[in-house]
Structures are given as C-alpha cells and as structure tokens.
C-alpha cells in the first residue's frame, strides 16, 4: 500500500526542516521538500522552494506546476498567464511516469490482485489535468488579450 501524504502539520515541519538544514537550492531536499509540502496544501511554503529550485532549473515541470498553482490562489491572471505558458513549454513528466507504473504494476501484480496495491496512475493522470487546464487558459486569456473574445 502506498503511503499516505504528510499532513499539514508534517509538511509544516518538513519545510522548516528542509530549509533550515538544507539551504542550498542545487540539492534534492529541497525539491522533494517543495513538492511535499505543495502535496499537503502547504502551497506558500512550497511556491518559495520552488521559487528557488526555478533559478537553477527554469523548466521544472513541477516547480512550475507549484508556482502556477500558487498564483491561481493568488488571483494574478499575469503570473497565471506567464506560468500556464511556461507549464506547456516544460516537459510533462507524465509519459515517463505511466511507464514507470506499468513495470511498477508487473512486478506488484500479486499484490494488486488481492487488494494490497492500487494502480499508481493519479500523478500522472493529475499532470495531464493541468496541462490541459493551461492549454485552454493559455489559449482563452490569448484570445482575450487579441480583442478576439
């Protein structure tokens, strides 16, 4: 069975952690720290790890995909737009993930069929949502920009 993700709680004292330990941006704690946090809804503390993670790797597809969901909560249809744009220039990681499952899913078979393992497609699956989502916005708010509407 797959663990569950940190509560709010453990992801507050993750990122704290993460930074306080681990302030060089170059390193993995940091992004798996962003990532977890943005996972837990941590989403602040997340948009400014991967901030930094963005300096040293501007197309991360999931750094992007923190700040672009930060910046919807934000309301900032400038940052969304220049976030969505960069989300569709980034490499969706989610190919690369499906095939990962699926060697996952041959060797977890056993388990799988008594119930212990569930099919691991929901990131993935969640990557193409948002991809998608940013194509329509993109390609709506473009539109809108050209006095197309």
């Known amino acids: 069975m ?9 992801a507050k004292k993750i ?3 993460g930074v306080q330990v681990f302030p060089d941006p170059k390193g993995t704690t940091p992004y798996v720290t962003a990532f977890l946090a943005w996972k837990s809804g941590e989403v ?10 963005l300096r040293t790797e501007p197309n991360d597809f999931r750094m992007l995909l923190i700040c672009l969901d930060h910046h ?14 960069r989300l569709l220039r980034a ?17 977890l078979l056993p388990l799988r069929m008594v119930g ?6 929901a990131e993935a699956d969640t990557y193409d949502e ?6 329509e916005y993109v390609a709506t708010h ?7 509407a």
């Open 2 to 10: 797959l663990p569950k993700p940190p509560t709010r709680d453990q």
């Open 15 to 17: 990122v704290a952690l």
């Open 44 to 53: 602040a503390a997340a948009y400014r790890l991967a901030q930094e993670m």
């Open 72 to 85: 919807i909560r934000a309301r900032d249809p400038e940052k969304i737009k220049d976030f969505a744009e």
């Open 91 to 107: 490499k969706n990681p989610a190919r690369r993930l499906r095939a990962w499952y699926i060697t996952t899913d041959i060797l």
């Open 116 to 121: 212990f393992v569930r099919p691991m497609t």
């Open 130 to 135: 948002w991809v998608a989502w940013a194509k």
């Open 142 to 148: 473009s539109s809108a920009v050209h006095g197309v």
